[in-house]
């Protein structure tokens, strides 16, 4: 592990707390967070996360991203 990481939030845990936000009322059409958690998902190519964060959030569920995505992880 590299000295500099240290101290340094995981991509994945930041997204993690970006979808928290997300769920607060006064938050959850902020378009600034939706873009950069779902900016975050496709980076990482996190098709389980996207298919649980547009359950939670109530989001509009992409079947052509899902699938794109979940190519990529096999």
Do not use: R
């Not at 997204?15 to 496709?42: C, R, T, W």
């Amino acid at each position: 592990m590299e000295l500099s990481a240290e101290g340094k939030t995981p991509e994945y845990m930041a997204l993690a707390g970006i979808k928290f936000k997300l769920s607060l009322p006064q938050l959850k059409d902020n378009p600034q967070l939706k873009e950069e958690l779902l900016q975050g998902i496709k980076a990482g190519h996190m098709a389980p996360y996207y298919k649980e964060v547009c359950t939670d959030l109530g989001w509009n569920f992409d079947q052509k991203l899902f699938d794109d995505m979940a190519k990529e992880n096999q």
